[in-house]
């Protein structure tokens, strides 16, 4: 099903040839670049009550439109369907909280350096998890599609209870449905450091699954003027300091990742 | 011999014409829509599901302000009512686009399941079945996966947003049940009507415009509300192929406030919206199938 509705896309994007030869020229001729960014992930990208998107990557996205000159168009996008909105040619670039592996490679053009990491951790009320094999045959809550669900429900045992969204899941978790909620470490910390409802939670494990989210353009200008654009964009976020501070301003626990980044820029 | 008949200027000009009574009209008085949806709002098992629901917010708010100093949960449902509101706007659109382009399209599926042509008959029940017996859900994938989102047609080119694919999506299965609909009210006429207008003189294709048609806005006028207020309720699985309704915003609400304790009312507040928008519907449909029931 999955393959045939891949073929099905590829050929269609083929046949409206919505390839151009210049990416970079086209977005400057229209005077907008279509960013395609999460709505349901604070603080990296979500509504406020006037439904506005804010948050980390919808700051880089405005950023990466001003550096080009143009106007930003934000469209909400979910894991499920970024991909193709970027190969149908709906959006120009996903700043989507997407993880960098190989699969992906093959389907979208991810630009280095990567712009931000993050692992696996759980969260779970203080004192009761220590290390990652406590989680032999415990409930854990997670959610769907997450990366790091198959290596710990394979690698300790643990079942996996997966709900559709973060909301849920943590309701679960407070409700006692599970021992844990397994998520990005990021996520977690700056919950842990700013939301008092997760007083008496902590996060006891070592980070595992380090996983590094990247920035993508369309495949077939990853090579291309777009492409190199975008590289030295991202370059000079790490370099100048830049997503050091906007990471600050959202209220994000501080990242070695990005400290790292910063330091090897120089 | 001398007939009681009022008789139009030129009687033989009109097709099919015969000295015949014709049937008296009803003269019922009309039922406003708006005295309706007061009268149903009114009864008392809206007040008591409307009453279930504020007790539940107040207790929830009740135990919220007793155990922090956090802003209460109906504060923060207020807070994200207008963006909320934005969002039901949207599914009320795409639930009455959706149902326009379903029923134009099933009123003539239906009539052609019914049509004496053996070939065209076959093909319109196929296509009927086919799309009343497919998964909702896996329609609209379809039509946002594989409609294009902009369509050039001679060098201009016109987007094609996803809320319009999935306007689409929904109308497929409204379509299906619309020409059931309309094969069964067609076949539930006694055969005595094609009779009769066929010995007036009257052609297949005038039977069905003057005679069959008309009798069967009563039978399909039921269904059809419900069948409305049905497609209503589907109207938040367009938030999964990533159309902004008010489920997905209700999402984002959730994912911004990162309130453990505000997932169960939100979720009871958007089934409001949708309870208030639709229990009339179910009224209406109901005094109207009373209204048109066949006394036996």
């Known amino acids: 099903m999955k393959k045939f509705l891949a073929m099905t896309t590829a050929a269609i994007v083929a046949l409206s040839g919505a390839a151009s030869a210049d990416k970079l020229a086209d977005i400057k001729e229209a005077g907008k670049l279509v960013v395609g960014v999460k709505q349901d992930y604070a603080p990296w990208g979500y509504l406020d009550s006037d439904g506005n998107l804010v948050g980390l990557e919808i700051d880089l996205a405005k950023d990466a439109a001003a550096r080009l000159g143009v106007e930003v168009e934000l469209v909400p996008v979910v894991a499920s369907n970024r991909m193709e909105f970027l190969q149908q040619g709906q959006i120009d670039l996903i700043i989507a909280t997407m993880g960098d592996n190989d699969k992906r490679r093959k389907v979208v053009g991810m630009i280095e350096p990567n712009y931000y990491a993050g692992g696996a951790n759980v969260i779970a009320p203080a004192g009761t998890l220590n290390e990652w094999a406590d989680l032999d045959g415990q409930k854990v809550c997670a959610v769907q599609g997450a990366y790091y669900n198959k290596p710990a429900a394979q690698g300790y045992n643990a079942e996996i209870a997966a709900f559709a969204g973060v909301p849920e899941a943590t309701a679960a978790l407070q409700n006692g449905a599970c021992v844990a909620f397994l998520y990005d470490n990021t996520w977690i910390e700056s919950q842990l450091s700013s939301n008092p409802q997760w007083d008496g939670y902590e996060m006891p494990m070592e980070t595992e699954n380090p996983s590094v989210w990247a920035i993508a353009v369309p495949l077939e200008d990853l090579d291309a003027p777009f492409g190199e654009t975008m590289r030295e964009i991202v370059a000079d976020w790490h370099k100048s300091g830049f997503l050091i501070a906007r990471n600050m301003a959202n209220g994000i626990a501080n990242s070695p990742f990005l400290v790292e980044q910063h330091n090897a820029q120089q | ?296």
């Open chain 2, 1 to 296: 011999m001398y007939l009681p008949l009022k008789l139009p200027q030129n009687p033989e000009q009109r097709p099919g014409y015969m000295p015949v009574l014709l049937p008296m009209k009803s003269h019922a008085a009309p039922v406003g829509v708006g005295t309706m949806v007061q009268s149903f709002l009114s009864t008392k098992m809206g007040l008591f599901v409307l009453a279930a629901f504020l007790i539940s917010l107040g207790a929830a708010s009740y135990a919220q302000a007793a155990s922090g100093a956090q802003l209460g949960t109906i504060a923060l449902l207020w807070k994200w009512t207008p963006l909320l509101a934005k969002g039901f706007g949207f599914n009320v659109l795409i639930s009455i686009l959706s149902m326009a382009i379903g029923t134009v399209l099933g009123v003539c599926l239906g009539i052609l399941q019914v049509s004496p042509n053996g070939i065209i008959r076959r093909v319109a029940w196929l296509v009927t079945q086919f799309f009343r017996n497919s998964p909702w859900l896996v329609l609209l994938f379809y039509c946002i996966l594989l409609i294009p989102f902009e369509i050039e047609v001679f060098g201009t080119t016109i987007p094609f947003p996803g809320w319009l694919k999935a306007v689409i999506g929904l109308s497929l299965p409204v379509m299906a049940y619309m020409s059931e609909y309309m094969r069964g009210a067609i076949q539930s006429l006694p055969s005595g009507q094609w009779e009769s207008a066929d010995s007036l003189g009257f052609s297949r294709g005038q039977t069905m415009r003057m005679v069959i048609l008309p009798q069967t806005v009563k039978r399909l006028l039921p269904p059809w509300m419900n069948l409305y207020a049905v497609l209503t309720m589907a109207t938040p699985l367009v938030s999964i192929v990533g159309v902004d309704e008010i489920m997905s915003f209700a999402r984002a609400a959730l994912a911004s406030e990162n309130r453990v304790d505000l997932l169960i009312p939100m979720y009871l507040y958007v089934l409001c919206w949708f309870f208030i928008y639709c229990f009339p519907i179910s009224g209406l449909t109901r005094r109207l199938e009373n209204r048109f029931a066949v006394k036996s």
